[in-house]
């Protein structure tokens, strides 16, 4: 008998022995499940944050591109404004030059025939001719020089001004 009851003593101590492992195999499998749903959890937060961080990223350069790209336009805006000065101040330059021209041309005429003979004059009405169609071919030809020094001219504009000139100064040779 007391075989019996030691017999059953470890039956029951094996018995008891054997559920702990099951028991401890479930809590263990149940740890790392519950470790791997924290981890996927932590991993979907973070991969939010990262997503979060990118799209940011992502906007300030944008912001950046298009602030450069206002800058760019904005000084391409005052160099025009810049060059259009340039041209009037230009323009208003020649037209003074034309009338001081205009106003040599027209005194010199004038005390040329006060001082000269009728012989004089014919002579002086021949050169004073002459040398107006020279002044005027000479002012064109500062224009045409003028015009081939702008810098933004394409090569068919530039070759245009160069034909332009060729024709005129060999049709007004004379």
């Not at 003979?117 to 021949?126: C, G, K, L, R, V």
Request: with cysteine; aromatic share 4%; proline share 1%.
């Amino acid at each position: 008998m007391k075989k019996f009851i030691v017999f059953c003593i470890a039956l029951l101590m094996i018995g008891v022995g054997t559920t702990q492992t099951v028991n401890t195999a479930d809590a263990a499998f149940s740890k790392d499940e519950i470790v791997r749903k924290r981890f996927a959890l932590k991993k979907e937060r973070l991969s939010e944050i990262v997503t979060k961080k990118i799209a940011h990223v992502e906007n300030s350069i944008k912001i950046k591109l298009k602030e450069q790209e206002a800058k760019k336009i904005q000084k391409q805006k005052e160099e025009t404004d810049k060059k259009a000065e340039e041209d009037k101040k230009k323009a208003i330059q020649e037209e003074e030059k034309e009338r001081t021209i205009t106003q040599n041309q027209t005194i010199e005429p004038t005390q040329g025939e006060d001082t000269a003979t009728a012989s004089n004059q014919e002579e002086a009405e021949a050169v004073s001719g002459a040398s107006a169609i020279g002044r005027e071919r000479g002012q064109k030809n500062r224009e045409w020089g003028e015009q081939l020094q702008d810098p933004n001219l394409t090569r068919e504009e530039r070759q245009g001004i160069i034909q332009e000139k060729k024709n005129y100064n060999r049709n007004n040779h004379r």
